[in-house]
């Protein structure tokens, strides 16, 4: 029969090695540069969530999720509409180099998905979702749909998603350590975590902005004013008449501190918007 002090030793020294596992999981990694809008936070990946299996994971997820798209008629339905979005994805596409030069090999790839919900998304390595809810609902000019594709690829430049993929896994590992003692055990599962991370968890504040300051530079660069990112803001955060923000703003910061934010960082690359379009 084990003493006390025997389990509070064995918990202990669990402890120790969950937290081990924790503080040791993850290095420091440089996704981007700076840019002129100076995101340069410290960010910590894991090395059990590598970039290249990242990518690998979120193309079958985006190629089947395409798959189930058009065998429903709701992939690229309205071809005028799918050649504008792409149009632009393109132009801020040439611009990712800025942040970060490996992004020119990735594949990227941009779909209309016809569905109700105001949403877009861009998954590692470059895939782009826009639904047809955001544009016929928000009703965007070009400049603001560039601000809503930016925002959502400099999301994947920073690698937003593996930075919580990694934290997942981290924990998972970490609580796996534990289930010796409680039974219950803890998998890492890469395919979950990235579902999880894409399309259930919302994203924190901090990347939230950096996604904002990113992305303005990218429309800016690309020849879009980056102010219409203010006006994009007011038209989602009015949709409904105010009866609630959509899913796409639930976790970005308030009105008035997003409103100061994008502001500030449109004005500070706005030179870069006139030397692009020639003004």
Same mark, same amino acid.
């Given at each position: 029969m084990k003493t006390y002090a025997t389990v509070l030793n064995r918990l202990f020294a669990l402890g120790l090695i969950s937290s081990a596992l924790v503080l040791g999981g993850c290095a420091s990694v440089q996704t981007t540069s700076s840019g002129a809008v100076g995101v340069d936070r410290q960010q910590y990946m894991s090395s059990m969530v590598s970039e290249a299996a990242l990518q690998q994971e979120a193309a079958q997820q985006y190629n089947a999720m395409l798959g189930q798209a058009k065998a429903q008629g709701a992939l690229d339905r309205d071809a005028a509409q799918t050649k504008r979005v792409q149009t632009i994805a393109q132009r801020l596409i040439r @611009?990712?180099?800025?942040?970060r030069p490996d992004a020119a090999s990735w594949n990227w790839d941009v779909h209309v998905l016809s569905s109700n919900e105001v949403n877009?998304?861009?998954?590692?390595?470059?895939?782009?979702a826009v639904y047809t809810g955001l544009?016929?609902?928000?009703?965007? &000019? !070009?400049?603001?749909?560039?601000?809503?594709?930016? $925002?959502?690829?400099?999301h994947a430049l920073r690698e937003h998603a593996r930075e919580q993929v990694s934290q997942q896994m981290v924990t998972s590992m970490g609580l796996s350590v534990l289930s010796a003692v409680t039974g219950v055990g803890a998998t890492a599962d890469l395919g979950g975590a990235l579902t999880n991370v894409m399309f259930t968890l919302p994203n924190s504040r901090t990347h939230e902005t950096e996604a904002d300051r990113i992305g303005v530079e990218l429309a800016a660069r690309a020849?879009? !004013?980056p102010r219409a990112a203010v006006?994009?803001? @007011?038209?989602?955060?009015?949709?409904?008449?105010?009866?609630? @923000?959509?899913?796409?703003?639930? &976790? $970005?910061?308030?009105?008035?501190?997003?409103?100061? !934010?994008? &502001?500030?960082?449109?004005? @500070?690359?706005?030179?870069?918007y006139q030397q692009a379009a020639g003004k």
């Open positions: @611009q990712a180099g800025v942040f877009a998304w861009c998954m590692p390595g470059g895939k782009i544009i016929n609902k928000i009703k965007p &000019t !070009d400049a603001e749909l560039a601000a809503v594709i930016g $925002h959502e690829m400099a020849g879009y !004013d006006t994009l803001w @007011q038209k989602m955060g009015a949709l409904g008449g105010g009866g609630g @923000q959509p899913e796409f703003l639930s &976790t $970005h910061p308030s009105a008035s501190s997003r409103i100061a !934010d994008l &502001t500030e960082a449109s004005n @500070q690359v706005l030179p870069l």
